[in-house]
């Protein structure tokens, strides 16, 4: 009874509820210690083609540990670590993802694919695929390449690669961030490849 007892009429009655409605749904950030993570790793590899920019480098680590990339290819005149600047937007997450740096892309690629890798560059191209629609499931070792930020995936890089696949995108321009769109093409990997490995 004394829950009620301020509440007089039917009006007040519905507004006291909202509110405790509203107070047991109220949405809240949660801390880092409250997040607990599906932790997986797929058999998926990214190799930057001759990145330019440190920054890039770094949260490239970071979105590889993110969507559990089992390993990061700094190939070409991609910058490598030690580095401040990797390290300073990386947050860590060098640590947790193993990487090689190579300066023979071509190399590196070939002996990629003699270990049974599909190589998939992001790349619009003559001949590239909508990304939602390619079927990355059909494969079960993909490395994604990426190139580098003003130029793209080098012409002797896309000479070498199994397939090439593309963003649609809705404004004037042709082109995003590399790490944006990476982030964008690794969803779409392992959403596709989450699906396949809960199906079996």
Known sequence: MCFYSQVK????????????????TEIKQLTHSEIKNEQKTFPIAVLCDSFQSPENIGMTFRICEAMGVQH???AGDSPTLPHRKINRTARSAEKRVPYTHQLDTASLLMQLKSEGYTLIG????NQSKDIRTFDFQSFDKIVFVVGAENYGISA?????LDATVHIPMYGVGSSMNVVTALSIGLYEITRQV???INNL
């Open 9 to 24: 009429t039917s009006s007040e009655i519905v507004n006291f509820a909202l509110k405790l409605i509203l107070m047991n």
């Open 72 to 74: 990061l290819y700094l």
């Open 122 to 125: 992001l790349e619009i191209t």
């Open 156 to 160: 002797a890089t896309l000479s070498i």
């Open 194 to 196: 989450s699906a396949l």
